[in-house]
T-cell receptor, first 113, second 112 residues
Framework: QKEVEQNSGPLSVPEGAIASLNCTYS??????FFWYRQYSGKSPELIMFIYSNGDKEDGRFTAQLNKASQYVSLLIRDSQPSDSATYLCAVNMGDSGYSTLTFGKGTMLLVSP | DGGITQSPKYLFRKEGQNVTLSCEQNLNHDAMYWYRQDPGQGLRLIYYSQIVNDFQKGDIAEGYSVSREKKESFPLTVTSAQKNPTAFYLCASVRADTGELFFGEGSRLTVL
């Protein structure tokens, strides 16, 4: 069974703090990893993706991947109340862009003013 | 602007009725997907299609059917055989070079 695990939260952080969201996956052969943000009642939107071990930064967001530990994380610096949403980790456990993504259940983030 | 259009956004159905959810994309993507999301849950794959006239069952295909007669269109029918159809349904297509999924705005189905 291919699985993606996330802490459901909620993760509560004050405005301006760093929020750290974590995700583990079961398939060691997974190739690509995605973080989506989903506001209540809306569809998911891509924040960033990462393929290689290490860090990838995009503005206030940093994705971190450790394939040996089967672990991927998302750091949000200078958290804003508008970052309050559910963050979905998704993993491509196949070998092509057409392979299906397996999603975690998401972590709810609450950023308080 | 390119994107994915789902309709209707909200739909109410009586038990025993079939309903069809529309999904159209103008991104020129080959592969399209249908996911279901229940409150507090992640996305679960219903069906996907990688090319026209071909589709595969996902993890929860029972009670659903699809067709893929055109590259742009991938409608989902929720049949009366689906025991618990009330959910948020998301259509997506994939950018092949990155694997990124693009989502429509979703269709919320409620069974009365």
């Amino acid at each position: 069974q291919k699985e993606v695990e996330q802490n459901s939260g909620p993760l509560s952080v004050p405005e301006g703090a760093i929020a750290s969201l974590n995700c583990t996956y079961s398939d060691r052969g997974s190739q690509s990893f995605f973080w989506y943000r989903q506001y209540s009642g809306k569809s998911p939107e891509l924040i960033m993706f990462i393929y290689s071990n290490g860090d990838k930064e995009d503005g206030r967001f940093t994705a971190q991947l450790n394939k040996a530990s089967q672990y991927v994380s998302l750091l949000i610096r200078d958290s804003q109340p508008s970052d309050s949403a559910t963050y979905l980790c998704a993993v491509n456990m196949g070998d092509s862009g057409y392979s299906t993504l397996t999603f975690g259940k998401g972590t709810m983030l609450l950023v308080s003013p | 602007d390119g994107g994915i259009t789902q309709s209707p956004k909200y739909l109410f159905r009586k038990e025993g009725q079939n309903v069809t959810l529309s999904c159209e994309q103008n991104l020129n993507h080959d592969a399209m997907y249908w996911y279901r999301q229940d409150p507090g849950q992640g996305l679960r794959l219903i069906y996907y299609s990688q090319i026209v006239n071909d589709f595969q069952k996902g993890d929860i295909a029972e009670g659903y059917s699809v067709s893929r007669e055109k590259k742009e269109s991938f409608p989902l029918t929720v049949t009366s055989a689906q025991k618990n159809p009330t959910a948020f349904y998301l259509c997506a297509s994939v950018r092949a070079d990155t694997g990124e999924l693009f989502f429509g705005e979703g269709s919320r189905l409620t069974v009365l």
